[in-house]
């Protein structure tokens, strides 16, 4: 091995490359491990799957943190290669050298130990309504998030360093107007349509729908979205999710059920937009820090479009509600096609975010959001935290949950330590409106292309200005580019006024 010193700008990119692409493989075994885990592992694999994956997570620190990618990465800031593709390989493999770096090994230690427990402890404490019991856990996960925060560094708010691990160079300046904005839309409409003397009637909704039809249906749904099964499957999981190895081998999951089936609908398309994001990678990218979609909130923003952009959109079910009818055998007896519509877009102010509508879900992100930041800042102590909650639950909802775990115990992220993660969900909602907006300054009116069952236009747009780029630019270049605007909030809530306005025949 040659002297660090002697490495010029080409053979320091060509070792990179080489690290980079090692650690890509590593990674995808570890995504192929944990989608077999939540698939077809039997449960007594578990213990020895842990441990391979425990194994894989160490080699590919070592190999991360290893002093020759510091050296490459200093000798490329003085000689950067000059192409787009190299600078963005080289800026990606930096911001993940460097973000391992700078967190102490004792850290990382403390906070896997701290959030293993916390897992048992918040399933326990969420199942008994009990919150005091979580507390010293959740205490301790602020304290090293907080610590977490110095380590990687940070301009203003603490809680930008944590931020930005999700989305990058997302920051609280960002955020703060754009909830703002949100709050001003979005409460008052929850409002008008709480006041509204139309309440769709979803009792059909419990009626059984076969399982089998379902998967039937959702297949063609998907397949009609353009998802290429040469390059991709759909198993069975208790959670909804996506994952996979690469552009030509994308994972979803979906789950169907009896009781409610309009959800496993939504999620299976769902799952298939983030898995057309992954699956419309430029093919070249495969394998390197290049591919896969380039945040969190775009990665979302794809998701929402079809979940909510295009599946709750009258015209889509102009097309698709007499197939869904030929698949629900007598769970659609008697319904009509406007009653189904307007079950499909129910607003009803809710404690779960999950199960929470279009209007209404924003507001469960925002509080999410308002909390994990006040946590972060030393602002508020974790012990006020039901209180926080459901005061901002009665302000924005009208409602207040009868107990914590309809409340601040409901979502898994905390227990995990991930702060900073729930403003994707938003941003995903914010950047569907905008991408919806470009798309239909190219391709005319979208409405008329989902009456007549056309979405391959659409996925075909998507890639070519979206999904093929990968990571090549980062987040806020990509909004501009497709958008020609910044991230912002007005396409969305004026969607959800118009659209709601017609749903709920508002003044
Ligand atoms: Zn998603």
């Keep these: 091995m040659p002297e660090f010193s002697s490495y010029d700008g080409a053979e320091a990119l060509s070792q990179l490359k080489t690290r980079t692409r090692q650690l890509e493989d590593l990674y995808a075994a570890m995504g192929l491990l944990s989608w077999d885990l939540e698939t077809t592992m039997p449960p007594k694999g578990s213990e020895q799957r842990a441990q391979q994956m425990a194994t894989l997570s160490e080699l590919s620190h070592e190999r991360l943190i290893d002093p020759c990618v510091g050296k490459w990465l200093d000798q490329l800031k003085t000689t950067p290669p000059e192409s787009l593709e190299e600078q963005a390989w080289v800026r990606e493999a930096t911001d993940a050298y460097e973000k391992a770096v700078k967190l102490p090994a004792s850290l990382v230690r403390a906070f896997s130990e701290t959030t293993s427990q916390a897992h048992l402890v918040w399933v326990e404490a969420r199942k008994t309504n009990n919150f005091s019991l979580f507390e010293p856990l959740l205490t301790k996960i602020v304290y090293l998030n907080q610590q977490k925060a110095d380590a990687l560094g940070y301009e203003g708010s603490p809680y930008n360093a944590l931020l930005d691990l999700y989305e990058p160079k997302l920051t609280t300046q960002v955020l703060d107007p754009l909830f703002a904005s949100l709050k001003n839309q979005l409460v008052p409409l929850v409002e008008a349509i709480k006041n509204s ?71 299976g398309m769902h799952e298939a937009g983030h898995g057309l994001y992954e699956q419309g990678c430029n093919p070249e990218f495969g394998g390197t820090p290049l591919a896969g979609g380039v ?176 990571k090549l630019y980062t987040p806020n270049q990509l909004i501009q580019k497709v958008c020609g605007e910044p991230l912002n909030a007005k396409p969305f809530t004026d969607y959800l006024w118009k659209k709601y306005s017609s749903v709920y025949q508002l003044n």
């Design 295 to 470: 945040s969190l909130g775009v990665h979302e923003s794809q998701s929402r479009f079809w979940e909510n952009l295009v599946g709750r959109r009258e015209a889509f079910w102009q097309f698709w509600f007499p197939k869904l009818k030929q698949h629900a055998g007598s769970a659609l007896d008697g319904v009509d096609e406007s009653t189904f519509y307007a079950v499909v877009n129910r607003v009803e102010p809710s404690f779960i975010r999950v199960e929470a509508d279009e209007v209404t879900y924003n507001l469960h992100v925002m509080l999410r959001y308002e909390i994990e930041k006040a946590l972060i800042e030393g602002q508020i102590k974790v012990s006020e935290v039901p209180e926080a909650w459901n005061a901002k639950m009665q302000s924005y909802l009208g409602i207040i949950p009868p107990s914590n775990t309809l409340g601040c115990l409901q979502d898994i992220h905390w227990a995990h330590g991930s702060f900073g993660y729930f403003p994707t969900y938003t941003l995903g909602n914010l950047i569907s409106a905008q991408v919806w907006h470009a798309a239909e300054a190219y391709l005319g009116p979208l409405e008329t292309l989902l009456a007549q069952g056309n979405l391959l236009p659409i996925r075909q747009w998507l890639q070519k200005n979206i999904h093929q780029y990968g």
């Design 197 to 267: 003397s139309l309440k769709p009637q979803a009792d059909f909704l419990s009626r059984p729908f076969p399982k089998a039809s379902q998967q039937a249906f959702v297949k063609d749904v998907i397949t009609a979205m353009g998802f290429d099964w040469q390059a991709g499957r759909m198993d069975e999981a208790p959670h909804p999710f996506c994952s996979g190895t690469g552009v030509g081998d994308v994972r979803l999951t979906n789950r169907y059920l009896q009781e409610d089936w309009l959800s496993s609908l939504f999620s």
